[in-house]
């Protein structure tokens, strides 16, 4: 018994790491000590990544693929090196898999506008889940619209989990695409991908993993998920703005068209014929943000280094320890009690609209998200408008916790709804 404990134990000290590398997480906010619980929407970044982008703007930069002379070439070696360290990071087949973009959101268009343009037609079905955020639901609506294809949406439970029984009952031979979230940044919910993939693949149907709010916070696995696509940010897993991977099965990369036209992603171009060249440099076109890229490759060497077992270790006691004491505060509702949850606590005060809580609680130096967090169809599925969402991160502690609920009674106080 002694033993399972022990070997569940986080072997890191996450305090030293959280004020060794987040000087941030040291400032005052509104007078009070801020308390971070919006890494949801953008994490913090450590002080190894901030360096990292320095020394490029200061003393490595120049454009990528382009010039013969050295400068230009060790700012290729340094982004094209990222490529590398995400394949390793996700288990990717080959770095040929791996399409830098601007972001999930960017990586869901580029699938949308190039494999939906090359396989949907008229009543083709594309299925997605009733907890997509909007960047996996309105580039489906728009290739939906061009083509003829038809979208269904698969259910939502009572508790926040995908309903499995409904998703099988809408697979058929129509249908072409599953876009799936893996982590939903509204419920928390910790989505079945390796099972949804599997009963997809029997109706013949590709599979787009939206892994946005998963790959910050647990080990993934893109061969053993075995989905087609896999999109995430940068700028969620303590690396910049601005960038994000775009995973692909090459069988698929190799036969989809270009998106976007431009330099770098040709082979050769005249004005009687353009020739492309290969995948992943063919979806790449123009200058790209070369720091950002860097800076993916210098988180991911960070978030390795720690160990994303033992983080995910870590944000489990964290989120179970904020659990357990906001369901003792009375008046409050959790939004969503998922089988399996990560990193985010979404809640409603019966009494209070999610934005007072949010003012109330920045006022306390504790920043929360509030609104509809971009899933407005799952807000509808359960009735709300907004909720007030606490997502934590590696470097979050039971004292945040603590803040975060105390900012809580504080609003009912304020509020005077007992
Ligand atoms: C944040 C997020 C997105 C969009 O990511 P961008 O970085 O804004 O492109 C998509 N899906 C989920 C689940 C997200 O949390």
Known sequence: MKEAVQSIATTVDFNR??????PILEREVNGKPLVYLDNAASSQMPRQVA??????????HANVHRGIHTLSQEATDAYEATREKVKTFINAGSTDEIIYTTGTTDSINLVANSFGRLKFGKDDEIILS??????????????????GAVIKVIPV??????????YKELLSDKT?????VHVSNALGTVNPVREITEMARQHGAAVLIDGAQAVPHQTVDVQEIDCDFYAFSAHKMCGPTGFGILYGKKE?????????GGGDMIDKVTFEKTTYNIAPFKFEAGTP?????????AAIDYLQEIGMDQIALREQQVVDYALSKIRDINGIRLFGEPEKRASAIAFVFDQIHAHDVGTILDKQGVAVRTGHHCAQPILERFGESATTRAS??????????????????????????D
């Open 392 to 417: 934590f991160s590696f470097y979050n502690n039971e004292e945040d916790a603590d803040r975060l609920v105390e900012g809580l009674n504080y609003v009912k106080e304020f509020f005077q709804t």
């Open 51 to 60: 360096d990292r982008l320095d020394r490029y703007h200061r003393m490595e």
């Open 289 to 297: 943000p070369i720091a950002a890229g860097i800076g993916l490759g």
């Open 176 to 180: 072409k695409l599953v876009a799936v």
């Open 17 to 22: 790491i959280r004020s060794r590398d987040f």
């Open 157 to 166: 439970t009572d508790r926040g989990d995908i309903d499995m029984q409904a």
């Open 252 to 260: 698929h990369l190799d036969a989809m068209p270009p998106y976007r």
């Open 130 to 147: 009733q907890m997509e955020h909007h960047a996996n639901i309105v580039p489906w609506q728009m290739i939906a619209e061009q083509t």
